[in-house]
């Protein structure tokens, strides 16, 4: 594994790279959902850091979704796979440094990877895209902030609002919560090697695969038609590239037996089958470039046609067949797919000050804050009736927490007054609390020229400096948090207002 801080000539190198050929807007946001719902596990080997002996990672052993943040980190599915299978340290926040032995992408390097670049930061981003009107914004455009912060554009909602989605905080993810007010002072901007006026939800790809629900099963496809390239190869054969157009397929397995498929493709073409039981190139059961053989268990499994090669020249058109041949055993005679139990879901215990090894709430999971108190903790989100609530295990219900306006899911027994008085703090919490660095300058006071230059500042402006408590830091803004109170859930009144108002900044 490579140790140290990462040279500034190898960071010049990196920013030198050549602008990519045109990219449709399609193309960024598959890759985009892609890293917001790619599945990985933290396991033990890496919490800490070979090349930093203060680091400590922010996710502790689990599973999760959506790639961590990485201070300065720049890399594609397959490899962020191979380096946490590796023991690569999960994810880094800006007073880690750029690290080389980390897995997980920053803002810029997001974006980046979105764009099919070399990694410009948030300040050289201006030099491959051009400035546009806020009203002209389309699909795979950015809110750039040089120094400071990029977040990706993906749509309007109903609520004529920015539907975005960024690498901040604690992970990449979807923010369809932070409003115009969380894009202020921002500059839009458009790649200037992007094309086209849309992006549809193309099928075939991680965010909406073909659905094989019944056998035999045959298809008849040409990747030179697939506008997906996010997987570069499989685990099983990880020394072979498949970085050409891919199609996905979700088998949704109901009887135990054995799972054979099969592709046929022309002399032109070359591509290969594997068979995954999770949304990671690690995960991956079996591989071959005509068919493979499987003993399977009910569940969930992913088929994958890639395009074999460092490039597209062996794509085209093939013919996938697939059956399930049954053993006659029940499903719980035969093994399925390994667990996969992410979390950071509507009612799991998150992080929160004194617990900071529980993980942080997930935006990409459906929860944006964390209700806490002095000895427990749920994943919530803000809510405006009782059916926004009603995902909550055990059920819940919608409240005003501060008398001011701002309500949230409660779960059922703080619903009718038994569970206390509860404390709010916000998905994509740092429970270490990044120290308050100007915005453009790295920790150590420099200029913060570089790859994580000002990716996790505070997108609002604020310092992050309360009156009191503990200040952590959500996805890019700081919060603060009074915990003095010895009472279960005794957040004082007044830290939950200031918490409600840094809200309803993000909000408008």
């Known amino acids: 594994m490579k140790t140290g801080i990462l040279a500034a000539s190898l960071a010049a190198t990196i920013l030198a790279a050549g602008h990519a050929s045109a990219v449709t807007r399609e193309e960024v946001l598959i890759r985009a959902r892609a890293y917001a719902i790619h599945e990985w596990s933290s396991t033990s080997s890496n919490q800490k850091a070979s090349c930093s002996p203060k680091y400590k990672s922010l996710f502790p052993p689990d599973d999760y979704v959506g790639l961590p943040y990485g201070w300065g980190g720049y890399m594609s599915l397959f490899e962020f ?103 202020n002072g921002y500059i839009p901007r458009r790649f200037s090697g992007i094309s086209g006026t849309t992006a549809s939800n193309p099928v075939g790809t991680t965010y909406n695969p073909i659905v094989v629900n019944s056998f035999p099963f045959n298809d008849s496809r040409n990747t030179k038609n697939s506008l997906s390239t996010v997987y570069d190869g499989c685990n099983a054969a990880a020394g072979t590239p498949e970085k050409g157009p891919e199609f996905i397929y979700k088998l949704e397995i109901t009887t135990p037996g054995t799972l054979t498929a099969s592709v046929q493709d022309d002399a032109a073409t070359d591509v290969d089958i594997y068979l995954l039981e999770h949304l990671n190139t690690t995960a991956c059961l079996a591989r071959n470039d005509t068919a493979i053989s499987k003993t399977v268990g009910c569940g969930t499994y992913y088929l994958v046609v890639d395009s074999y090669g460092a490039d597209s020249s062996k794509a085209g058109p093939y013919t996938l067949s697939v059956n399930v041949a049954p053993s006659g055993q029940a499903c719980s005679a035969v093994a399925g797919p390994s667990p996969f139990n992410p979390k950071g879901k509507l009612g799991d215990a998150c992080s929160y000050p004194g617990h900071e090894d529980l993980p942080s709430c997930n935006p990409n999971l459906g929860s944006e804050t964390c209700i806490y108190g002095s000895s427990s903790s749920f994943c919530s989100k803000a809510c405006a009736n009782e059916n926004d609530c009603s995902a909550l295990p055990g059920g819940g219900c919608c409240q005003d927490l501060t008398g001011k306006g701002e309500f949230y899911c409660l779960t059922k027994s703080f619903c009718d007054g038994s569970g ?89």
Request: hydrophobic share 30%.
């Open 420 to 508: 206390g008085k509860p404390g709010v703090a916000d998905a994509g919490t740092n429970p270490t609390g990044d120290p308050s660095t100007p915005k453009g300058q790295n920790p150590d006071g420099t200029s913060g020229e570089g790859e994580g230059e000002g990716d996790n500042a505070d997108p609002t402006g604020s310092s992050g400096n309360g009156s009191g408590g503990t200040t952590t830091t959500a996805s890019g803004c700081s919060l603060s948090h009074d915990s003095s109170s010895s009472a279960a859930w005794g957040v004082a009144l007044a830290g939950l207002a200031m918490v409600a108002a840094s809200r309803r900044r993000r909000s408008r």
């Open 81 to 183: 796979d191979q380096n946490i299978l590796s023991g690569y340290a999960a994810g880094a926040q800006e007073p880690d440094g750029v690290l080389d032995c980390i897995a997980g992408v920053d803002c810029s390097g997001f974006v980046s990877k979105t764009w099919q670049t070399g990694h410009f930061t948030t300040s050289s981003i201006p030099t491959t895209s051009s400035q546009i009107n806020k009203n002209d914004m389309l699909p795979g455009d950015v809110f750039n902030q040089a120094g400071f912060h990029v977040a990706l554009f993906s749509n309007l909602l109903q609520s004529g609002e920015p539907f975005l989605i960024e690498a901040a905080g604690y992970n990449t993810h979807f923010n369809g919560f932070g409003g115009w007010s969380y894009v």
